[in-house]
């Protein structure tokens, strides 16, 4: 079987088969990252772009999930599409992207989710939800009539991919497996055993 030699190209026509076949959130993907005590953690964000550059993701900077990327700029992100039975993984450095990138990015989201940066203080407790729902309503005022700005502390991440792996499942659980490993000289793949 021949492999297709470049992997965000494989990417990019796999994500439209998943958009066309998965009606809500097809870029949902898990990223794990790694605490100072070197315990990993995952969850779901929404990837927002890619390009050859990397798989960017927006959140505040100040969640655990900010702060341990900040603090160990690696991560891993897993996309699993059922309906299509494909599965790609992807691993590599993190940058934080342009204020150019997030001040754009962060203009196109709906208000209330501009609002919503401002007022979540994202992985702090929160006693009630009436305390959040305030703080809502506090930043709504602030911004009454005006356009909301991008927060300080909301920005974008950038995954830098090292290695990228396609997965297809496959009967009798014999899946097909390509990794692509990205060298000085430009992405190698080979297959793997399932």
């Known amino acids: 079987m021949l492999i297709p030699p470049d992997p965000i190209q494989r990417f990019s026509d796999l994500f439209e088969r998943a958009k066309q076949a998965i009606p809500v959130d097809p870029n949902a993907v898990v990223v794990a990252t790694v605490g100072a005590d070197g315990r990993p953690s995952a969850r779901v964000v929404l990837l927002k772009d890619f390009d050859s550059r990397g798989f960017v993701f927006f959140t505040n900077h100040e969640s655990r999930k900010g702060r341990e990327l900040l603090a160990h700029p690696f991560a891993a992100l897993c996309f699993y599409w059922q309906p299509l039975e494909e599965q790609v993984r992807v691993e590599g450095r993190v940058e934080v992207v ?23 203080l994202q992985s702090q407790r929160l006693g009630s939800r009436d305390e959040l729902e305030t703080r809502v309503e506090d930043v709504e005022k602030r911004y009454a009539g005006a356009e909301v700005p991008r927060p300080p502390h909301w920005s974008g991440f950038r995954v830098v991919p090292d290695r990228i792996e396609f997965w297809h499942s496959r009967q009798s659980r014999l899946h097909d497996r ?3 490993l990205r060298e000085p000289d430009g992405w190698h793949a080979q297959m793997l055993y399932p």
Do not use: L, M, T
Request: hydrophobic share 35%.
């Open 178 to 180: 390509h990794v692509y």
């Open 98 to 120: 342009s204020d150019e990138e997030a001040d754009a990015y962060f203009k196109s989201r709906a208000r209330g989710s501009q609002v919503g940066a401002w007022a979540s």
